[in-house]
């Protein structure tokens, strides 16, 4: 039988556990979260953008470098062996950086970083993305870690969880900042594009094999392969219809200066000649020893015809600009649309 005493003891005893617990959970949240006026995440920052010279961006897995050339708004990736970098892309960084704001002070313990991608990038199971904004001397304009993003629930402005270098607090601040990590990322991807329409003839080779001429037929809409034997016909026009726009949208997959790769006919090539006088000729060339990758490389040449159309004069420009003195690689589908095949095209007839 339960005595008053043993129950007033047993009551006393809940409270202070009781207490205990509500004490611990209250010292976890005062360290965890706390909301702050909105300030800047980099006090300063939006007036010394014009000093940086260099973008870091490392993750573990590797980094990129974006340069800058000059005194100009021109940039680089030098992982790219140089190959300029998308303006757009990088204004679009220091503009995020300089507009973050912090909302929400968030945890200093380091057991709880990974929880929201803000480990340090030396471990191997980090997911952090580390900014450094450097200035022409190498100095930290910038530098902080970048973890996990937080859409807003009612369509806003979104989040993301940051860690300043050399603080253990974290922070949740708002701004329309997307960290890229990836080359392709930061590079001018779409090497050329001719409309179909624009074809007066395209020819494409595969190795070992004879080329093939495609015609356009503006009357049906439609690529035609000139010179297509009476003994067969076409098997799908849809595949057909592929090879012939692949001009359209030439995009990259990687890029490198074109110095020590030599064009080898042996691997096929194309060409593409438009009905206002422009004509781009793509050559392949075989990956160095070592490469590592077995794709070709493309090259290219350009140029306007005399009497050509201003459109074409303005994009044998624009794609000579792009790719003289630099070699490209495609995806593995768009290398395969660019070296088809009589026998891959057709079929016998009946």
């Known amino acids: 039988m339960l005595t008053r005493r043993f129950v007033l003891g047993l009551a006393v005893l809940t409270a ?45 897995d590797g980094s990129l470098t974006v ?34 704001e912090t909302i ?57 969880y940051i860690r300043r270098a050399g603080e253990a607090r974290t922070w949740l601040a708002r701004g329309e900042l997307e960290v890229r990590a990836g080359r392709l990322d930061w590079l001018p991807i779409l090497v050329a594009s001719i409309e179909r329409e ?50 359209e949208r030439l995009i990259l997959d990687d890029v490198r200066p074109a110095d020590g790769l030599a064009a080898d006919p042996a691997l096929g090539g194309a060409e593409w000649r438009t009905t206002d006088g422009l004509a781009l000729a793509l050559s392949w060339a075989a990956p160095a020893e070592g490469d590592g990758d077995a794709r070709p490389w493309a090259l290219f040449a350009v140029e306007a015809a005399a009497d050509a159309a201003e459109k074409a004069r303005k994009q044998a420009a624009g794609i000579a600009g792009r790719t003289e003195g630099w070699a490209f690689r495609f995806s593995e589908g768009t290398t395969k649309r660019l070296r088809p095949t009589l026998e891959g095209l057709t079929r016998p007839k009946g």
Do not use: C
């Open 198 to 247: 624009r074809i007066a003839r395209a020819t494409l080779a595969a190795p070992g094999a004879a080329p093939v001429a495609l015609v356009w037929d503006e009357a049906r809409k439609r690529f035609e392969i000139e010179g297509l034997p009476e003994d067969r016909q076409v098997k799908s026009r849809y595949e057909l219809l592929r090879a012939g726009m692949v001009s």
């Open 16 to 60: 202070v556990v009781s207490a205990a617990a509500v004490a611990a959970q209250y010292q976890r949240w005062a360290d965890t979260i706390r909301s702050v006026e909105a300030r800047p995440a980099f006090p300063g920052i939006g007036e010394r953008l014009g000093e940086v010279a260099r973008v870091r961006i490392a993750r573990a």
């Open 67 to 100: 340069a800058r050339t000059g005194t100009g708004d021109g940039w680089i990736v030098e992982e790219a062996g140089g190959y300029p970098a998308r303006r757009a892309a990088v204004r679009e960084l220091l503009i995020g950086l300089s507009d973050l």
């Open 104 to 160: 929400e002070a968030k945890t200093r313990d380091p057991a709880r970083y990974a929880k929201l991608h803000l480990s340090d990038i030396d471990r191997p199971d980090s997911r952090a993305l580390r900014v450094v904004l450097e200035d022409p001397n190498g100095g930290a304009v910038l530098d902080a870690l970048f973890g996990k993003r937080v859409p807003s629930l009612s369509g806003g402005t979104p989040s993301i």
